[in-house]
C-alpha cells in the first residue's frame, strides 16, 4: 500500500527525526511510504487566527499533491493537522469542485496512529526502557476519535511502562497562536499538567502532536523538569535503524 | 452596583487572574468536582448521545420555527391568564419590568437567580429607580453582598471560600467571624425569609417556556425560586425567546439533560411548573403573571444558518467547568455576565462585536465544550467563524477589529507557505541566520513565547534533506 507522508511544517523544520521515525513505522507495517518535497503548511494557523482565505491556497496545495502522489492513504504526524485536513471541505463553499475533492482527501487522511492500528500493527518495532505517560493532543483526540490507539502501541514497546496520567485529555495550553497572544495564560494551562507529570515521576512526556510538543518541551525545560517530551514516532520507533 | 470588569481588557484581566492564588484554588477544586460529577453521570448513562441528538433535534426545529412557537406560547399564556410583554433590547425589557413593579406598587422585589436579568443590568435599573431587589439564591446573594457580578451561570460564588464568605457575612449580615456553612446558610434563610414576606414582586427567569401550554419551567435547589414566583402578588419572568419548546413532552430529554450537565444532579431538588396565575383567590400562587419575552441580539442570531446553534444553550455551565481558560482565569475575567466558552460566543453577539473581539481569541480550540455541551453545541467552531468577523470581516459586514500588522504578517506568512522554493528558501535563511537568534528572541513573537518556555532550534537539516539522503542508501 502508497502512503503520502505528510511531515507537517513543525516536523520538516525543527524536529525532522521524527518525519523519519514516522516512515520507518509505516514502512514496518507494510506501507511503501512517498513523500513530496513540494509540501508546506496545511494552514491551520491562518484559520486559526481568522484569516480562512489565506488558509485556501495552502489546502488547493495539499489536496493536488495528494491527488499527484497515487497513495491510497495521506498520513501525518500530528493529529491536529490531519484535523485541519479533515476540515478543509467547509473551505470551500463557494467552490464545489474543490470542496468534493476536499472531502475525498478527508476520507483518507489519517493520525500516524490512528493508520498504523488500522493497518493491523499489533506490536510496535521499538525498545524504550523508561516510563511513559502520554498526552492526547485535543485535536486528534476530539476532531479524530484517537484514544486508545497510540496508548495500545505503546503498550506494546519492549521495555517501556506505560502510565496512564489522571490529566491525559486536560489541554496543554498550546492552542496556535494563543500561545503568543496570552502567553502567562498558555503557561498556566501548561502548568496545571505538568504539575502531575512532574508528580507521577515518569520519564517521558510522549504526544502525537509536534505542536503540543514544541509548547510542552519548552515548558519543561523552563521548568528544570527531569521529565523529557518526545513524539509518538520517536518512541515507537526507538532504537530500529 | 456590581460592575463588570472591562471586556476589551481580556489579556490584563486574565493576567490579574492568574496572580489570584485563592481564587484559583477554589476555582480549580470546584470546577473539578463538578467536571468529574458530570463525566460521573453521563458515563452511567448509555442513552446519553442519544439525548443530545435528540435534545439538539428539538432545539433546531424550534428555532427554525421560532416565531410560530412564540406566537403559540403568547396564545396559550393568554388564555391561562398570563400577561406577555415583547422586548426588542435591553432598555424595552427593564422599562417594562419598572412600569409593572410601579404598577404594583412595590418597592421591595425579590429575585430567582436568572443570567437574563443580569444580562439586561435590570438590578441596577430598579435601583435607579429607588426599588430594592434581593437576590434570594444563595450564591447570587453572596456576590450581591460582594457588590459583585457572578462567577459562573450556575454557580454564581464558585470562585469564593468558605472563610471569604464567613468573613463577608460577619461584615453584612452580622455573623461571628467563623461561623460555619451550616450557621452561613441559616442566617441567609433567616434574611431572606424577611424579604419573601414584604416583597411585592417576585422577579425570575426561566428554563424553558412551553408553547402547547403557555407554562413556564424552572429548575433549582434551594426553594428560593418557588417562594419568588409564589409567594409576591406579582410574577415576572424575563425570558429570552429562545426558551420556548413546543410541547410539554419536549421537557422530558431537557430534565435528564440540564441537571446531570449543570450540577451533575439526576434530577434538582425542585422542578416548578408555571402556568398562569391563581384561578380562584384561595388558591395558592400570584394574583398576577408577567412573561417579558427578550429578544436583545437573538434574533440576529437567528438570522444566520452558522451563527443559529448558539441558541441552542441551555445554560448549563457545563462547559465552563471543562474549559482550561475558565479553570485558569474564572468568570470575571470575561467581562460579560456570560463567561465561559458560550460566554465567548454569546457575548460577542449580544454586543457590538468590537467591544468583544478579544473573546473569540480567550480559547485554545480544545473542544472539551463541545464533547461536553448537552445540545452540542459547536462552539470552537463558532469561534472560529467570530474570530473571522473580527479580524477579516464578512460580505455583511467590515472587520469588527481588524489588526493591519498582524493581517499582512498572516498574508506574507500565507504567500510564503503558497511556494515551496520560497518556503525552503526562508527556512534555509533563518538557519543561516542563526547568529541573529538573540535579535529575533527579543521581537514579536518570540519574545512573547520566551515568557515561560524555551525556544526550540530549527533542525540543522530539514525532512527533506535527511529523506534524500535516507533514499539514495
Known amino acids: ?241 | 452596583m456590581a460592575e463588570h470588569l472591562p471586556m476589551q481588557q481580556f489579556p490584563a484581566n486574565a493576567r490579574a487572574a492568574l496572580q489570584n492564588d485563592t481564587q484559583r484554588g477554589a476555582l480549580r477544586a470546584a470546577a473539578t468536582v463538578f467536571g468529574e460529577r458530570q463525566k460521573k453521570t453521563v458515563a452511567g448513562n448509555p442513552d446519553w448521545q442519544h439525548w443530545r441528538s435528540t435534545a439538539r433535534a428539538v432545539k433546531d426545529h424550534t428555532l427554525l420555527h421560532l416565531d410560530h412557537y412564540l406566537v403559540a406560547f403568547e396564545r396559550q399564556a393568554l388564555a391561562r391568564g398570563t400577561r406577555v410583554h415583547w422586548a426588542r433590547d435591553a432598555a424595552e425589557a427593564t422599562g417594562i419590568v419598572l412600569g409593572l413593579v410601579r404598577a404594583a406598587g412595590a418597592t421591595l422585589c425579590v429575585k430567582a437567580k436568572s443570567m437574563t436579568t443580569e444580562e439586561v443590568r435590570l438590578n441596577e435599573a430598579l435601583e435607579h429607580a429607588g426599588i430594592e431587589a434581593v437576590e434570594t439564591d444563595l450564591g447570587e446573594w453572596i456576590q450581591q453582598l460582594a457588590g459583585e457580578v457572578p462567577f459562573h451561570i450556575v454557580v454564581p460564588a464558585i470562585h469564593k471560600t468558605e472563610a471569604q464568605i464567613a468573613a463577608l457575612f460577619a461584615d453584612k449580615v452580622g455573623t461571628p467571624p467563623h461561623a460555619d456553612a451550616a450557621a452561613l446558610t441559616a442566617a441567609a434563610r433567616e434574611r431572606l425569609r424577611q424579604k419573601f414576606a414584604r416583597a411585592g414582586v417576585g422577579i425570575s427567569g426561566a428554563n424553558f417556556a412551553i408553547a402547547e401550554t403557555g407554562s413556564l419551567l424552572i429548575l433549582e435547589n434551594e426553594g428560593n425560586i418557588r417562594l419568588t414566583t409564589s409567594v409576591p402578588r406579582v410574577h415576572i419572568a424575563l425570558v429570552g425567546i429562545e426558551k420556548v419548546l413546543p410541547r410539554l413532552a419536549d421537557l422530558d430529554v431537557f430534565l435528564r439533560l440540564l441537571p446531570r450537565s449543570g450540577t451533575g444532579q439526576t434530577l434538582t431538588t425542585y422542578q416548578s411548573l408555571l402556568t398562569g396565575p391563581k384561578a380562584r383567590p384561595g388558591d395558592e400562587g400570584p394574583d398576577e403573571v408577567h412573561v417579558v419575552l427578550l429578544d436583545n441580539g437573538r434574533s440576529r442570531m437567528l438570522a444566520e444558518e452558522v451563527t443559529r446553534q448558539s441558541l441552542a444553550c441551555i445554560r448549563c455551565g457545563a462547559c465552563l467547568n471543562v474549559c482550561p481558560v475558565y479553570q485558569q482565569v474564572g468568570g470575571h475575567a470575561y467581562g460579560s455576565v456570560y463567561p465561559g466558552p458560550i460566554g465567548a460566543v454569546v457575548t460577542p453577539q449580544l454586543v457590538p462585536l468590537a467591544r468583544a473581539a478579544q473573546l473569540p481569541f480567550a480559547s485554545t480550540l480544545c473542544g472539551a465544550c463541545r464533547d461536553v455541551c448537552p445540545v452540542a453545541i459547536d462552539i470552537p467552531r463558532l469561534l472560529l467563524h467570530l474570530r473571522q468577523r473580527v479580524r477579516e470581516g464578512s460580505p455583511q459586514a467590515p472587520a469588527a477589529a481588524p489588526q493591519r500588522g498582524e493581517r499582512l504578517a498572516m498574508r506574507l506568512l500565507a504567500w510564503l507557505l503558497r511556494s515551496p522554493r520560497i518556503y525552503r528558501f526562508a527556512a534555509g535563511t533563518a538557519r543561516w541566520c542563526r547568529w541573529l537568534e538573540p535579535v529575533w528572541h527579543h521581537l514579536p513573537p518570540l519574545s512573547r513565547w520566551r515568557a515561560g518556555r524555551s525556544v526550540p532550534c530549527l533542525a540543522p537539516r530539514d525532512f527533506r534533506r535527511l529523506w534524500r539522503q535516507r533514499s539514495r542508501r
Open chain 1, 1 to 241: 500500500m502508497k502512503v503520502a507522508l505528510y511531515v507537517t511544517c513543525v516536523v520538516d523544520q525543527c524536529w525532522p527525526d521524527i518525519g523519519l521515525a514516522a516512515a520507518t513505522l509505516l514502512e514496518h507495517a507494510g506501507c511503501t511510504v512517498l513523500f513530496d518535497g513540494e509540501q508546506t503548511c496545511c494552514g491551520q494557523p491562518f484559520c486559526n487566527s481568522g484569516y480562512p482565505a489565506s488558509a485556501a491556497p495552502l489546502a488547493k496545495r495539499v489536496i493536488a499533491s495528494y491527488e499527484r502522489s497515487g497513495a491510497e492513504a495521506l498520513v501525518a504526524p500530528s493529529g491536529s493537522c490531519a484535523a485541519q485536513i479533515h476540515h478543509y471541505p467547509a473551505l470551500f463553499a463557494g467552490e464545489p469542485a474543490w470542496r468534493q475533492r476536499a472531502e475525498r482527501v478527508a476520507v483518507h487522511t489519517f493520525e500516524l496512529s490512528q493508520f498504523l492500528v488500522r493497518r493491523g500493527m499489533t506490536r510496535a518495532p521499538g525498545r524504550f526502557a523508561g516510563r511513559v505517560g502520554w498526552h492526547d493532543g485535543c485535536h486528534g483526540l476530539r476532531d479524530l476519535g484517537v484514544r486508545d490507539e497510540p496508548r495500545r502501541l505503546l503498550r506494546t514497546v519492549q521495555g517501556l511502562e506505560f502510565v496512564e496520567l489522571r490529566a491525559a485529555d486536560a489541554c496543554c495550553g498550546f492552542g496556535g497562536t494563543f500561545a503568543v497572544k496570552l502567553p502567562e495564560l498558555s503557561v498556566a494551562i501548561a502548568d496545571h499538567k505538568l504539575d502531575e507529570v512532574d508528580a507521577t515521576g515518569i520519564d517521558v512526556l510522549a504526544s502525537g502532536d509536534a505542536s503540543c510538543l514544541l509548547h510542552l518541551r519548552g515548558r519543561l525545560e523552563r521548568r528544570g523538569s527531569k521529565v523529557r517530551a518526545l513524539h509518538l514516532a520517536e518512541v515507537l520507533a526507538h532504537g530500529v535503524a
